[in-house]
């Protein structure tokens, strides 16, 4: 089996994926098909040798199609197999956006003016205290016919094009669906427009629909540019990530030191690092020590020691002291690469979310087509029998452009984006940003919240916890004051952490001497000539009180000695965030399942879980394991959102149906991530879930009207009780049930401003 990636051209929604998923998988040798419409990419499976992209090409092209193959390089010291199509298109989607943006300037104001005028129009012909319009009518006709006419072959081409797909292939899509209704109402308007003569012989009313056209045409428009915008960032986070590393590397060979391009870093190479450095790839330090800020890869705020024989992760910082490291794994191998892979393997993805209105478009144009033709047919051919051929031919045009008017998806193609803006504009407000509809989806149906520990249910920024003093004599301010003294002269974030404390106990501090970095243990210092060091609890030394229970806690310990002898402890820890109780127990409220996924040790994430409330814990996690976790969960039948902030949670949150970051992490989280809470305000995950419940039940509640109308108009507009009870629906009635379609649609989206979270 050989799998290849493509990149897709002409993909507009899911039947468009539909239908390349349909016909490919016709095709001997193609064993499986998955179409991505959020990345607009394809990854076929072959039996043996894959077909040429010149014989892909030739199945799909007649539909409106193009396939392009990624290019894949085959380098082990390459960070990526693969290209991704966000940085090979970036431009050319900027620019197709432009032009979409530049439609939508146009279209939206003339739509709701048009609009605002039909329901005026509408209003008049049936109600006595609604005046007319000041326009006359004739002229409003011509007015509308030029603006229509623009609106159809300008601004619509993408529609146009999706009806003569049909007419050519068969194959429907959305915009099949609103050709067919636009060119209907447009053609049949302009025809009476211009030939009076055709109306009065064939005895139809004067009744025209270019508003119709014009509407219909502004507000999808504008639907298409805010999903062209939200997909613009698919590749932004893989982006990022390819930044995170280092550009150079400084190698020992033959004997000189040499700068040289990341790419060429090859396996047991000696690698230098100075302080403030990018470590290149991974390795083993072979030489030296110092502390390294891994967060960028492992999420962890507080510095890991580093010593001879420890490993070290590809992208890391530096923060103190040169050292040399033999590199073990390289490019395409280094840890920062395989979460680069595993980002886009997982926005790459197929998402199982089905747009009701995609998904019915195969099928409803075909069905309003043959009712259609039906009915003018039926018409004729009985009417004629009945009440002669005039009259016959003139109920069956009536039917003919009925059905097609009020089957015209000016409703169905409001009902989501209309609930999406306003439901999106609410998350603003309340400081949840929504990257797209199908992510605001997906967290309606979402029953499992996973989180990480720092960053997101703490503050992700060690503080001191606990000052504990040893003896009778040593005082807690006496101890910090003297260990923030000698720290002050270390660039370690542990020991900027203790200064900050004195600090803002308004300490001064004293003036020493002698100060002395110790490899891998601390640093001493004299003050009033007595010897000061501030450590790591020794492991060789008989075990001190408190020092276990501390560890256990999640805390980072150091003793604290005055000429040799212990003096006291003091322990620092990343403290939960205020808010994360109350978020974690409003969640578990909404019968949610509530899970801490770390990397932290089993004891301190059980410590810091029953602090805020969870139960299930999910600890020791390795960052290249966290997305298998979440896949885990998901083959449980579990819909997972992820709430997460750091670089090492980027996969977890693409992997997630739901990626949920916060604005105070890494901008890689954020881009991976579906939602963003601004200030990293756990409180908004269930705020941001009952957003998304209200607004798929208003989506749903408008998906319902927009087919009511047709499930009894359509019947009325075909005549199918005049026999009955000599009720026929006229054009114009059909014009004012699409015209109450979408007020009952706006109006009901409009709901959602009012609602309280």
């Given at each position: 089996m050989t799998t290849r990636s493509y990149i897709v051209k002409g993909m507009h929604c899911a039947s468009c994926a539909a239908i390349i998923t349909k016909k490919l998988s016709k095709v001997e040798g193609i064993t499986q098909v998955n179409v991505n419409l959020a990345t607009e990419k394809a990854k076929l499976e072959f039996e043996n040798m894959p077909l040429s992209e010149e014989a892909i090409n030739d199945v799909i092209s007649k539909y409106g199609f193009t396939f392009d193959a990624e290019q894949t390089v085959e380098s082990s010291n390459l960070t990526l197999n693969a290209t991704p199509r966000a940085l090979l298109l970036k431009e050319e989607k900027d620019k197709e956006l432009q032009e979409q943006f530049v439609k939508v300037q146009f279209a939206l104001p003339v739509a709701l003016l048009v609009f605002i005028l039909m329901m005026w129009d509408t209003g008049s012909r049936f109600f006595a205290f609604i005046p007319n319009l000041p326009i006359p009518m004739e002229l409003l006709n011509i007015i509308s016919m030029v603006i229509a006419t623009y609106m159809v072959f300008r601004i619509g081409d993408p529609f146009l094009h999706g009806l003569a797909m049909y007419v050519t292939s068969g194959a429907a899509s959305m915009d099949t669906l609103i050709g067919i209704g636009t060119v209907t109402a447009f053609v049949y308007s302009a025809l009476i427009t211009l030939i009076p003569s055709i109306r009065v012989l064939l005895q139809i009313p004067d009744y025209t629909y270019f508003d119709v056209t014009i509407v219909v045409i502004g507000f999808v428009m504008l639907g298409k540019y805010l999903e062209a915008r939200s997909k613009m960032k698919t590749g932004e986070a893989i982006e990022k990530l390819i930044g995170l590393q280092a550009k150079s590397a400084l190698v020992m060979?033959?004997?000189?030191?040499?700068?040289?391009?990341?790419?060429?870093?090859?396996?047991?190479?000696?690698?230098?690092?100075?302080?403030?450095?990018?470590?290149?790839?991974?390795?083993?330090?072979?030489?030296g020590y110092s502390s390294l800020d891994e967060s960028m890869v492992t999420g962890e705020s507080i510095p890991v020691d580093k010593k001879v024989g420890d490993r070290v992760i590809g992208g890391s910082i530096n923060k103190q002291g040169s050292f040399t490291f033999t590199a073990s794994n390289v490019g395409s191998d280094t840890l920062l690469a395989r979460i680069i892979r595993m980002v886009e393997d997982a926005q790459g993805s197929k998402a199982p979310i089905q747009n009701i209105a995609d998904k019915i478009a195969g099928v409803f144009v075909p069905v309003v087509l043959i009712l259609a033709a039906a009915t003018f047919i039926i018409w004729l051919s009985i009417g004629s029998y009945l009440l002669g051929f005039s009259a016959a031919l003139s109920y069956a045009i009536s039917g003919l452009?009925?059905?097609?008017?009020?089957?015209?998806?000016?409703?169905?193609?409001?009902a989501t984006p209309t609930a999406i803006i306003v439901g999106i504009g609410k998350g603003a407000e309340y400081g949840i940003l929504i990257r797209n509809a199908e992510s605001l989806e997906k967290l309606s149906t979402v029953d499992t919240?996973?989180?990480?520990?720092?960053?997101?249910?703490?503050?992700?920024?060690?503080?001191?916890?606990?000052?504990?003093?040893?003896?009778?004599?040593?005082?807690?301010?006496?101890?910090?004051?003297s260990a923030a003294s000698v720290e002050s002269r270390s660039e370690h974030p542990l020991a900027e952490a203790i200064v900050h404390a004195a600090k803002k106990e308004m300490l001064t501090l004293s003036e020493i001497s002698a100060f002395e970095a110790l490899e891998g243990a601390g640093v001493s210092a004299v003050i009033d000539r007595v010897t000061v060091m501030v450590r790591k609890p020794s492991e060789k030394e008989q075990p001190l009180p408190d020092v276990e229970r501390l560890q256990k806690e999640g805390k980072t310990v150091v003793v604290i000695e005055r000429n040799g002898v212990c003096?006291?402890?003091?322990?620092?820890?990343?403290?939960?965030?205020?808010?994360?109780?109350?978020?974690?127990?409003?969640?578990?409220?909404?019968?949610?399942?509530?899970?801490?996924?770390?990397?932290?040790?089993?004891?301190?994430?059980?410590?810091?879980a029953r602090q805020v409330g969870i139960d299930e814990v999910i600890s020791e996690v390795l960052p290249q394991e966290k997305a298998n976790k979440i896949k885990e969960l998901q083959a449980q039948g579990k819909k997972v959102a992820m709430a997460g902030d750091g670089i090492n949670?980027?996969?977890?949150?693409?992997?997630?149906?739901?990626?949920?970051?916060?604005?105070?992490?890494?901008?890689?989280?954020?881009?991976?991530?579906?939602i963003t809470l601004l200030m990293g305000d756990i409180n908004k995950v269930a705020q941001a879930i009952t957003l998304s419940r209200a607004t798929m039940r208003v989506?749903?509640?408008?998906?319902?009207?927009?087919?009511?109308?047709?499930?009894?108009?359509?019947?009325?507009?075909?005549?199918?009780?005049?026999?009955?009870?000599?009720?026929?629906?006229?054009?114009?009635?059909?014009?004012?049930?699409?015209?109450?379609s979408s007020v009952s649609v706006v109006s009901n989206s409009l709901r959602l401003k009012r609602k309280k979270f």
């Open positions: 060979r033959e004997g000189k030191e040499m700068e040289i391009p990341v790419e060429e870093v090859r396996r047991g190479d000696a690698v230098i690092v100075k302080p403030g450095g990018k470590l290149p790839v991974d390795g083993i330090i072979s030489e452009i009925g059905i097609l008017v009020i089957a015209c998806p000016c409703a169905l193609g409001l919240v996973v989180f990480d520990k720092t960053g997101t249910l703490t503050t992700g920024s060690p503080q001191v916890s606990d000052i504990i003093t040893l003896d009778g004599e040593t005082s807690i301010t006496s101890l910090l004051q003096r006291g402890l003091i322990a620092l820890s990343d403290t939960v965030k205020e808010e994360a109780k109350r978020a974690v127990a409003a969640l578990q409220r909404k019968g949610l399942n509530v899970i801490m996924l770390t990397g932290d040790n089993r004891l301190a994430a059980n410590f810091m949670d980027a996969p977890a949150l693409a992997q997630a149906d739901v990626g949920i970051a916060m604005a105070t992490g890494t901008d890689v989280a954020m881009e991976c991530a579906g989506i749903r509640q408008n998906l319902f009207w927009a087919f009511i109308y047709n499930i009894i108009g359509i019947p009325l507009a075909a005549g199918a009780f005049y026999p009955l009870w000599g009720i026929f629906l006229n054009p114009v009635f059909s014009g004012l049930a699409m015209a109450g």
